[in-house]
């Protein structure tokens, strides 16, 4: 959003709205009737602010806290675990700064600790972010492209599309898993003899395969969507002009279809940067494929706070990179769904 | 809209305040432990997904003969993380409505750490003679028994008695017929190599097979030794000889079953379960050739690894008299002989092992009981998560050759001392 906001570019803006226009001459009545209005409304969303409080801001608010709190340590006289504590900010050096307890106080975390994976999870989940999201953008523009064309039997394609996106994630996740397998159906169908989850490349190559086919078919659908609203008589006009096929596509299905292909991909992206179902059920996490979801679950195992410490970071992970998106790159969900749906009207 | 605007603020207020009330009644302490020792009364009892309908007439059988102090039997689900995490949530509420729990052999420590299970001392003392020493040694932590054996588990070499008379009873021997199995044209040996937990067994059996231990007595990790050493090295020139397919680095349990039973594998690292498959199986190429025996050792058995679950009380438990009553009755020679029949589920009591009707049905009784008799319990240590993955992690580097034998040891060692040095 630009510095500005225009006042019914939320829709909820449009009570204020009215009442502004009906300024002059009747004040008093109008005032009255904002003001029965807007407890009405108020009344009327009090229940959903209510509830949004209680599911999303009370974990969020509660996790923070608990990011603050040092995770329980053991008494050795006992032998029994006693809560740690405040915490300050160690819970948060200990995954931005690698810092790990030692015997002898706080040094670099070892290889084989949670700790030491904080920096390789993040650069994971983002190189399966920008692969996965690069090819399903491509692939995706492509298939929305054919179905946008008239031919018969149209809609069992579209249909036919949207079977790998029906089926839940952990189950595609079974399957390509058992694809990879060593002696599965990809080894023996190219006569290959890959250890597709017994090493880095394969690994990642197998799960970035898997993820593009489960979830291009979202993107096409979103990018469909955006097509269907280019009206025909703007390429028939061009057609006129003599514009050619490549030039119709740049100038004006490519700029008019990028409200929808912006908030699908940021969607996608959305989705890609907590990819939890398909490393754990097809690696496990193995050969370099943690993401920070999993390490997150990883670390719920051993201790909470630092856990609530990681996820919050990637919260704000998250958080950022959806601002840049909707900041810089006009990916706005409201802004462009609410102006469409005016358009249409008009 | 001016309304909603204020109602906000109350929102975040009224939400802060339950956070601070949530707050300050987390940490409240136990202390839970040691009290209703003698009361009576109904009780639940809780443990994974009863598969082969073995929990089930057991219960029905207590409840006939303690119509005053019933149990109710709360079946989770068949999937070892969720029963934990399960587990895990029903203790930290410290409500007691889990008065009896099976807990697997690696999860006792943690929960005895947390306070969560009733020490079975003084008045709660159980008779542990009848049970093999390396199941008590699992419900054992910081010498005070928190949970009972209740069914147990070893490793066991299947081998192609057809192509190998004898099985080899030491590593060296073993990789020396690797040889015959070259000539087969067939893969020589296979345990559980992914990374996962199996592969903390395997690697546990390598480092003790060796003379090495994983952790001391006290928690602190030993695997900078050179015994430890030469344990991961075997498994780590095996595989780097191809003594270990390449692929064995993505086999679990089930992919070692598949390539022996398609009489692709000479020998294999498995638990007892394979026994029936290999013999049942429509697939199965070696129902006839294939003979099990322990797992080969430096100079003799060598030591598996522990599986298995224990049985242990809540400390927060309203009726611990009658929980103690049931405890005993689940663990009863006459109830594990029911499991090993019933289930295939090994019994923790040494005569059972020399019952001649049990070995006639369940054949690899004797074996498995050289198995458990040379077993090391994994590290017993309330931070087992976190030393599984320091073990996972670096071993799985040394196997497939990325990090050499000692770097990767030495990394291991620091990683479990960070694990334990909270």
């Known amino acids: 959003m630009s510095t500005h906001v225009e006042p019914d570019a939320l829709p909820g803006r449009n009570a204020s709205r009215r009442g502004g226009d009906n300024k002059g001459g009747k004040e008093v009545g109008a005032d009255r009737k904002v003001k029965t209005q807007g407890r009405a409304a108020a009344l009327l969303v009090a229940p959903t602010l209510i509830v949004l409080a209680v599911v999303i801001l009370y974990p969020v608010i509660n996790a923070i806290v608990m990011s603050f709190q040092q995770d329980q340590g053991l008494d050795a006289a006992t032998g029994l675990f006693v809560s740690g504590g405040f915490a300050g900010f160690a819970n948060y050096a200990h995954w931005l700064l690698q810092q ?247 | 809209m001016r309304h909603s605007k204020k109602i906000a603020p109350l929102a975040i207020v009224s939400v802060l305040a339950m956070v601070l009330a949530a707050c300050s009644s987390g940490t409240s302490g136990g202390g839970a432990a040691a009290s209703n020792l003698d009361a009576r009364g109904p009780i639940t009892y809780v443990q994974g997904k009863d598969n082969s309908n073995v929990i089930r007439p057991l219960v029905d059988k207590w409840n006939a003969a303690h119509p005053n102090e019933k149990v109710t039997f709360k079946e989770q689900s068949d999937n070892a993380d969720q029963q934990h995490d399960d587990l895990v949530q029903h203790f930290q509420a410290k409500t007691g409505d889990y008065d009896v729990a099976s807990v697997d052999v690696i999860w006792t420590a943690e929960f005895a750490a947390q306070g969560w299970l009733e020490p079975l001392k003084d008045s709660m003392t159980i008779d542990t003679a009848g049970f093999l020493p390396a199941t008590v040694a699992t419900g054992t932590y910081k010498d005070v028994l928190y949970a009972a054996p209740q069914t147990s588990d070893g490793g066991l070499l299947y081998y192609r008695k057809d192509l190998v008379p004898t099985p080899p009873t030491t590593w060296d021997e073993m990789m020396g017929m690797c040889s015959i199995a070259k000539a087969n044209n067939i893969d020589c040996y296979a ?193 087992y998560p976190a030393v599984t993955q320091a073990i996972q992690q670096n071993s799985f580097a040394a196997i497939n050759g990325s990090k050499s034998v000692d770097q990767a040891m030495t990394d291991m060692q620091n990683a479990i001392s960070t694990a334990v040095s909270k």
């Open chain 1, 100 to 346: 790990c307890p030692t015997p002898s106080g706080t040094g670099t975390c070892p290889p084989g600790t949670l700790g030491a994976q904080f920096w390789s999870a993040t650069g994971v989940t983002f190189f399966f972010t920008v692969v996965t999201v690069f090819f399903e953008t491509i692939l995706g523009f492509w298939m929305a492209v054919i179905m946008a064309r008239t031919f018969r039997g149209r809609s069992v394609l579209r249909a036919a599309v949207l079977v790998p996106w029906a089926i839940p994630t952990a189950v595609t996740a079974k399957l390509w898993f058992f694809i990879f397998a060593f002696d599965g159906i990809v080894n023996t169908l190219f006569h290959s003899s890959i250890l597709w989850t017994g090493s880095q490349g394969p690994a990642r190559a197998a799960i970035i395969i898997a993820d593009v086919w489960k979830t291009t078919p979202f993107m096409a659908l979103l990018i469909l969507a955006g097509l269907q609203m280019i009206p025909a008589e703007v390429y028939e006009a061009a057609k006129v002009d003599g514009a050619s096929a490549w030039q119709r596509f740049r100038l004006i299905t490519l700029p008019l279809v990028k409200p929808a292909l912006m908030v699908a991909i940021l969607f996608r992206v959305l989705d890609a940067l907590r990819m939890y179902d398909l490393p754990a059920i097809m690696t496990g996490g193995a050969n370099g494929t943690t993401t920070l979801s999993i390490l997150v679950v990883d670390q719920i195992r051993v201790g909470f706070n630092s856990a609530a410490a990681l996820s919050t970071i990637t919260f704000l992970i998250i958080f950022i990179v959806a601002f840049i998106f909707v900041r810089f790159l006009g990916a706005n969900a409201v802004d462009s769904a609410s102006g469409r749906a005016k358009e249409k009207l008009k």
């Open chain 2, 191 to 383: 345990g559980q190599f992914a990374q996962y937990e199996g592969l903390t067994v395997n690697v546990a059996e390598a480092i003790n097979t060796a003379g090495g231990t994983v952790v001391d007595k006290d928690g602190k990790p030993t695997v900078d030794t050179p015994q430890a050493k030469a344990g991961l090295n075997n498994l780590a020139q095996a595989y780097k000889d191809g003594n270990i397919p390449k692929q064995a680095v993505t086999y679990q349990e089930e992919q070692g079953r598949q390539s022996f039973e398609a009489g692709k594998l000479m020998f294999l690292r498995n638990w007892p379960y394979v026994y029936n498959l290999a013999k049942t199986d429509g697939s199965s190429t070696v129902k006839d050739t294939f003979g099990i025996a322990p797992l080969p050792g430096k100079d003799g058995p060598g030591a598996s690894s522990l599986g298995g679950h224990n049985l242990a009380i809540n400390a927060t438990s309203k009726y611990k008299a009658t929980a103690k009553d049931f405890l005993t009755f689940m663990t009863s020679a006459e109830t594990e002989k029911f499991y090993a029949t019933q289930g295939s589920l090994a019994p923790v009591r040494a005569d059972l092992y020399a019952d001649a009707d049990l070995v006639k049905q369940l054949p690899y009784l004797p074996v498995l009981l050289t198995s458990i008799k040379n077993a090391v319990p994994r590290p017993v240590t309330p931070f």
